[in-house]
């Protein structure tokens, strides 16, 4: 269906080029195409959840520009670009028209594949199975566009727009066999039977909408009316007959095996669009903004399932046969409201002041029956009304200061109220219900004494009064410094650095990043300019959960500790008019380990250099040739089974009309 669109597109595009020969036109562009030869050694999944670059002709990118000069009575200009044309991992294009003062296209579309697949049959050095996750996707998401401006007069203008997402492919995922209605020993037989699933998905979204913008003296006015549809399929299948958990290490887990199960998911929400925007002048110092958006998505939820296989009863020693089955249906309702309203006062040359406020309530009202059996025993019903509402109030207040040109200072503050209220039954759960106050003041800092040298900083610290869970921070203390210096016009340097701590200690919650970046470039005359750069970043991470139920231990803790060293260089070189020779490489070298309480750790120390070259001869008006290398390889140290190394050709070639 792409390459069918993108065909009658490229068609179109070459009829306009024809109408545009009739009067004074210019017509230009550009064509790449190539070849690419791969040598993958090692897991090629993890190559494709790098890179997903195959062997075979490519057409890289098209690029067509034309512009129609005199009484051209259609358009005035016109363009397609489309890049990652036949298989790419990115691909996507444009194709505009316009006339001046009358109309402007554009349609877009935008195309990305995403892979991830480790090797969950790897054993771990100490001999443990299952310390993956056992996550594996190969999906493609498709973004599409339409988007129509006319202009009825000068302050007056009409817009159409029409959106479209869509995600599909398959997946792997563990599942445990949940159901309405289960015994009190079915709980240790969940916690102890992870099984692995295949998962193929459907999503797709799609957008209408309807705006007009209109401009009065020194006011702005939006709005926009339309409607948006959601809809997502899911079904999910054991992997085989007499599958077992992929908890292979506890011995329990051998007899408890299952024969099918499979699960059928739906969701359809709809939805009125409702959006309104404002800007103005209120006087000759101060201006107001604002707006109003409206959202009330509905629609039904279902969900059936049915397994069969042979689980504990009294003890994980004592099994017996099950069959089961359930059958979940909801209806939701989820109303949406943000305002905002904000204005900015120019004190005076030096200062002004911003103040901006939003209120958003967001709620979901959903009516769920569940009906669950296993074996013969009698069908378990049961019924729940939730309500849940989340409304936030948002104020930030800062102060621009401008004593000289090349210095802004922006202090302010960011005063935050968040209400959560879970209403089971019409009965508030204490549990769920929490209410955060959030403080954060901040200070933002520019100075640029001369064009050689520049600093921009920011500087954030959060305090929240009320965490929602486990691993939201109390405090968070967040800060980056941007420094540019160029001692000469052929010399510059950039360093960024960062910090940010974030804490919750009643969860153990802690997390610290320290990173900074330095990148040199250094130009010594017009045909060579040559660069290096050096990334340093630490990252620590711990918390602590707690089971609800099954069996002991029902406490853990996890830590991630990891430093990241990465260098990179490279070369741009001009030896002749017609001949272009670029290079680039880094080496990312981590250590650390990221583990959980009672487990070995599965993920730690690495390395993975990625060096490219180019070589470009350009022959003039018949075209440019380019020859790329790339070397790669990426090395786990605990479990090496996802490690691999590749070597990549391609050869392109470039034509300019």
């Known amino acids: 269906m792409k390459n069918v669109l993108w065909a009658a597109v490229f068609i179109f595009t070459f009829q306009l080029a024809g109408l545009a020969q009739e009067t004074e036109h210019e017509t230009h562009g550009s064509i790449t195409a190539g070849y690419r030869f791969t040598d993958v050694k090692g897991r090629q999944e993890k190559f494709t959840e790098f890179f997903n670059l ?8 098209v690029n067509v520009y034309g512009r129609a000069a005199g009484a051209n009575p259609y358009f005035d200009l016109y363009s397609v670009t489309a890049t990652g044309i036949g298989g790419e991992p990115f691909s996507g294009g444009q194709f505009k028209l316009s006339k001046d003062r009358s109309y402007d296209l554009r349609v877009n579309y935008r195309q990305t594949y995403f ?11 100490t001999g443990l199975n299952g310390l993956t996750t056992n996550h594996d996707w190969a999906t493609v998401r498709k973004f599409g566009s339409a988007n129509l401006t006319t202009y009825a007069s000068e302050t007056l203008r009409f817009s159409f727009d029409y959106h479209r997402t869509s995600r599909d492919g398959m997946t792997y995922t563990t599942r445990t066999l949940e159901y309405f209605g289960a015994p009190s ?43 948006q549809t959601y809809e997502e399929s899911l079904t999910m299948d054991n992997i085989g007959a007499g599958q077992r958990s992929l908890n292979v290490d506890e011995a329990a887990t ?19 669009v409702s959006e309104f925007a404002y800007n103005g002048a209120a006087g000759s110092r101060v201006r107001l903004r604002g707006g109003y958006l409206f959202y009330r998505y509905q629609g039904p939820a279902a969900l059936n399932a049915a397994f069969a296989g042979t689980a504990r009863t009294t003890s994980a020693a004592v099994v017996a046969p099950y069959s089961v089955s359930l059958n979940n249906r909801v209806q939701v309702h989820e109303p949406s409201h943000v305002i905002d309203q904000g204005f900015t ?45 989340h409304d936030v109030h948002n104020l930030e ?84 410094m941007v420094v540019r210096y160029a001692p000469t016009d052929r010399i510059s340097i ?23 970046a330095t990148t040199v470039r250094y130009t010594p005359e017009d045909r060579f300019s040559v660069f290096g750069g050096f990334t340093y970043d630490t990252f620590l991470a711990t918390a602590s959960i707690q089971f609800l139920r099954g069996t002991a231990p029902l406490s853990a803790t996890w830590r991630d500790q990891t430093i990241n060293r990465v260098w990179q260089a490279g070369f741009e070189a001009k030896p002749a008019a017609n001949l272009t020779l670029t290079f680039s490489g880094n080496y990312d070298r981590t250590t650390g380990v990221g583990e959980i309480s009672l ?17 470009a001869y350009s022959f003039g008006n018949l075209g440019q040739l380019s020859i790329d290398l790339q070397r790669t390889y990426y090395i786990e140290e605990i479990i090496r089974d996802d490690n691999f190394s590749a070597n990549l050709l391609g050869i392109r070639w470039t034509k300019e009309f």
């Open 115 to 125: 892979y991830w697949d480790r090797n969950d049959q790897a054993l771990h050095p």
């Open 397 to 480: 207040a800062a102060i621009e200061i401008a004593p000289r040109p090349n210095l802004l200072i922006r202090p302010g503050v960011r005063l935050m109220k968040r209400d959560v209220t879970v209403l089971h039954e019409g009965i508030a759960e204490p549990q769920a219900s929490r209410i955060s106050k959030i403080v954060s003041p901040l200070v933002s800092i520019y100075y640029a004494p001369s064009s050689r040298f520049s600093v921009r900083a920011d500087i954030q610290n959060t305090t929240n009064g009320g965490p929602y869970t486990r691993i939201s921070p109390r405090t968070d203390f967040n800060t980056r």
């Open 54 to 61: 195959r062997d075979g002709f490519r057409l890289h990118d």
């Open 599 to 615: 487990e070995p750790p599965a993920y730690g120390p690495l390395r993975w250099p990625l060096a490219t070259g180019t070589v």
């Open 345 to 389: 006062v120019e004190l005076n040359d030096m200062f002004s002041f911003h103040t901006d406020y939003r209120y958003s309530r967001f709620s979901i009202d959903s009516h769920g029956s569940f009906e669950g059996v296993q074996s013969a025993a009698a069908i378990q019903r049961g019924e729940t009304h939730v309500e849940w509402r």
């Open 254 to 272: 051998a007899n408890e095996r299952v024969n099918t199960a499979s699960w059928a998911a739906f969701r359809r929400l709809k939805t009125p």
């Open 494 to 516: 950039e360093n960024n650095f960062k910090i940010r701590e974030s804490e919750y200690t009643t969860t153990s919650f802690k997390n610290k990043v320290r990173a900074n």
């Open 185 to 227: 020993t079915w709980p240790g037989f969940l916690r102890a039977n992870p099984y692995v699933v295949q998962a193929p998905l459907n999503e797709i979204s799609n957008r209408f909408t309807a705006g007009v913008s209109y401009a009065w003296r020194d006011w702005n006015f939006f709005y926009k009316a339309g409607y």
